[in-house]
């Protein structure tokens, strides 16, 4: 009897962990106005800082729009290179939240970037 209750135990608290895990990604099917906090951007150079925030919103949901200033002796280019290798980069938020978080580039200027940061959906992806 207690061999039984202990595997219905675990089974329960398995299914719990798998419902929390997959709830906040299917939740971004139903919100498209989330977006993820500024913290989530992909770490930013040693001196770089964040001077504006602001959120925008089209047709593949809502975004964080972050104007970087680079550290000194570093370009805007390079600033952008940094963060977002290739224009863009995604990583799954934690062990916790596996909702992937994107951060992309959208302008570059000498000693600065704008960059957006957003959710990756999976339907339209």
Known sequence: ??????VLSAALVAAGA???LVVPVLWLEVDESAVPPATAVR??????RVTATGKGCGSGG??????VEAPAGMSGDELATAVAPGGAACAVRSVVDLRRVCTGVVDTAAGSATLSVQYQRLVGS
């Not at 809502?62 to 104007?67: R, T, V």
């Open 43 to 48: 770490p930013l150079p040693d001196g770089a």
């Open 1 to 6: 009897m207690r061999r039984r209750t202990a």
């Open 18 to 20: 798998a419902v929390a």
């Open 62 to 67: 809502c975004w964080l729009e972050l104007d």
